[in-house]
């Protein structure tokens, strides 16, 4: 919980960089204070005593036990809230950690103008060129028309002036082969976009709707290096991510009650209030921050859900995330870019398989895999180098189906 750095002697700081996330981000940031302090500058709070840092992290409870001043007054100033103990971590370790922390450098702040626009950029432009195309062709098809037309009567001109009888030309608006393709085309695109948007039922790509409460990950995930599984603990142990309970967020919001960094903007472009958005939070806990503990009994929070699959389709977290190894991207996209969410990929059946298709497996670690012993012997014999989920039926109906 509390905050510890280094200038240690051949530290390397892109380990000490991955052990911080897995360890410490939950609870510290290097330059701000979360649950615990900000962790910049630690060494000078503690003296330069890099012996007791060590301690520190490897059993807070010892240190706090010999009457060290420091580390009871950090104790106090955090509610009696007792660092967790890591003795797995050794002291290389850590000084890679405090390598890492005196190597780090602040996140440039993202303007408001940006955050509005520039995150949807690319697929701004994707959605105009799409519709660019439409209105172009659209546009190309009554040229054409009207060339027709023009032809047919110019063609009579042409006759009248040779004395050669010829009918009038029928207009186009009574004209039965124009009329005919007309309604085939309608027809065509009507039915295009009736079954679209069928398939689409329930899971449309892009939908970000609004939430109670602006919650952005961008701040979370990103800026602050929450992992995800701190608050998503479901993705690697059940079928469900799991919506975090109120009683996760207090866990860093009952000393955190301000907002401070970039700004928050909607995708209308509208300022969001961080503190207020904080101060929603407290409202549905029931949580004073006055008096520091809960006076009112809480209400859930009404999240708005994003993704919904059929119900007829099995999916898994916890297959994905541990047996397959895939990062929250894969699926989500840039979450930790993102302020509010939305449906990032298509989650559509010829998605899914495609991905099984291209995914490689982690074919020789796994005993699950151990019946598939032609495969074994073609990757010792060297034929394949790599299986992917469809070697091995990740294709095949009754996977998802049944």
């Known amino acids: 919980m509390f905050a510890f750095s280094s200038t240690a002697n051949a530290a390397d700081a892109a380990k000490g960089k991955a052990i911080f996330q897995q360890n410490c981000a939950t609870c510290h940031n290097v330059f701000k204070k979360v649950t615990g302090p900000a962790l910049q500058g630690v060494v000078d709070r503690w003296n330069g005593d890099v012996k007791k840092l060590h301690q520190w992290v490897h059993n807070s409870a010892s240190v706090l036990a010999s009457g060290d001043v420091y580390a009871n007054g950090l104790f106090k100033e955090y509610n009696g809230q007792q660092m967790p103990a890591f003795p797995a971590l050794s002291d290389d370790d850590i000084d890679n950690v405090l390598e890492y922390i ?107 709707p609004a939430q109670p409460i602006f919650y952005s990950h961008k701040v979370h995930a990103g800026i602050n290096q929450i992992n995800c599984l701190y608050c998503h603990a479901g993705a690697e142990k059940s079928k469900h991510a799991m919506i975090p309970s109120e009683n996760i967020c207090m866990n860093c919001h009952k000393a955190i009650n301000e907002y401070h960094g970039p700004d928050l903007v ?97 074919f020789t670690e796994n005993k699950y895999y151990s019946i598939f012993t032609k495969l074994h012997d073609d990757v010792k014999a060297g034929k394949i180098d790599s299986v992917t989920v469809e070697q091995v039926g990740g294709t095949e109906c009754q996977k998802c189906h049944y």
């Open 266 to 362: 909607t995708v209308e472009g509208k300022r969001v209030n961080g503190t207020a958005e904080i101060q929603k939070l407290y409202d549905a806990v029931g949580w004073d921050k006055e008096k520091g503990k809960y006076t009112k009994p809480g209400q859930p929070i009404a999240w708005n859900r994003i993704h919904q699959l059929p119900d007829h389709v099995y999916f898994n977290h916890s297959q994905h995330v541990v047996a397959g190894k895939q990062q929250c991207q894969t699926c989500h996209g840039p979450i930790q870019e993102m302020d509010e969410v939305k449906q990032f990929a298509e989650l559509s059946m010829g998605w899914c398989i495609n991905c099984h298709r291209t995914t490689k497996v982690q």
């Open 102 to 208: 005196k190597t780090a450098t602040p996140p440039v702040a993202a303007t408001a103008a940006t955050a509005a626009t520039g995150g949807e950029a690319g697929q701004e432009e994707g959605g105009n060129n799409s519709l660019l195309f439409g209105i172009i062709t659209l546009v190309l098809a009554v040229v054409a028309l009207i060339l027709l037309q023009i032809n047919s009567n110019l063609n009579k001109l042409a006759a009248d002036k040779e004395g050669v009888a010829v009918p009038e030309p029928v207009p186009f608006y009574k004209n039965k082969a124009y009329i005919a393709l007309v309604i085939f085309l309608l027809f065509i695109i009507g039915g295009y976009y009736t079954i679209n948007g069928a398939i689409s039922l329930g899971r449309q790509k892009d939908y970000q």
